[in-house]
T-cell receptor, first 108, second 116 residues
Framework: RKEVEQDPGPFNVPEGATVAFNCTYS??????FFWYRQDCRKEPKLLMS???SGNEDGRFTAQLNRASQYISLLIRDSKLSDSATYLC?????????FGGGTRVLVKP | GAVVSQHPSRVICKSGTSVKIECRSLDFQATTMFWYRQFPKQSLMLMATSNEGSKATYEQGVEKDKFLINHASLTLSTLTVTSAHPEDSSFYIC????????????FGSGTRLTVV
């Protein structure tokens, strides 16, 4: 089983709609979780950290469910510029482990 | 904010030659640098972790004699792909972590290597 698993998508999302997707992880010792965004042929960029209590940053909401070992990302009021690959990342110690990414395509 | 400069952004080389990729932290001291590789439509895979002044720690399956990592200063780490082969063609990305401030992980802009 992969350490981090994501639905690769693509999720085709009408502009203005809401989209949500999950990421499961297998290592219960995972300490910290993040969502990164990666545009085509670019480096990943931190979107937000994920906290157990859930956290929101504008149109983005992230949640962590330690019991079921998954994290989620919800994007409200999708913009065309939200089209990207969203990478689920967990950290243990100094090391980051990346999921394969979920591709989101927002269309007019 | 923290910035990591990675060069070159794109390189094409002949099979059998060596290629050096540089990563510099511009406004902070990076005690730890990470080197990743990403094949098309796949995830970033950690290749090695290097701490300034010490030998790099390689992940399982990564040949240390083929991927030479040097982290001689707190602002510079280099990855040299030796005797490159077409299967080494990939997107290589570095990441740095600061010692004295919690910048988290800052990524370079990546190097697209094509071996012909």
């Amino acid at each position: 089983r992969k350490e981090v698993e994501q639905d690769p998508g693509p999720f085709n999302v009408p502009e203005g709609a809401t989209v949500a997707f999950n990421c499961t992880y297998s290592n219960s010792a995972s300490q910290s979780f993040f969502w990164y965004r990666q545009d085509c042929r670019k480096e990943p960029k931190l979107l937000m950290s994920v906290y157990s209590s859930g956290n929101e940053d504008g149109r983005f909401t992230a949640q962590l469910n330690r019991a079921s070992q998954y994290i989620s990302l919800l994007i409200r009021d999708s913009k065309l510029s939200d089209s990207a690959t969203y990478l689920c990342v967990w950290a243990a110690g100094n090391k980051l482990t990346f999921g394969g990414g979920t591709r989101v395509l927002v269309k007019p | 904010g923290a910035v990591v400069s990675q060069h070159p952004s794109r390189v094409i080389c002949k099979s059998g030659t060596s290629v050096k990729i540089e990563c510099r932290s511009l406004d902070f001291q990076a005690t730890t640098m990470f080197w990743y590789r990403q094949f098309p439509k796949q995830s970033l895979m950690l290749m090695a972790t290097s701490n300034e002044g010490s030998k790099a720690t390689y992940e399982q399956g990564v040949e240390k004699d083929k991927f030479l990592i040097n982290h001689a200063s707190l602002t510079l780490s280099t990855l040299t792909v030796t005797s490159a082969h077409p299967e080494d063609s990939s997107f290589y990305i570095c990441s740095a972590r600061a010692r004295d401030r919690d910048y988290g992980y800052t990524f370079g802009s990546g190097t697209r290597l094509t071996v012909v």
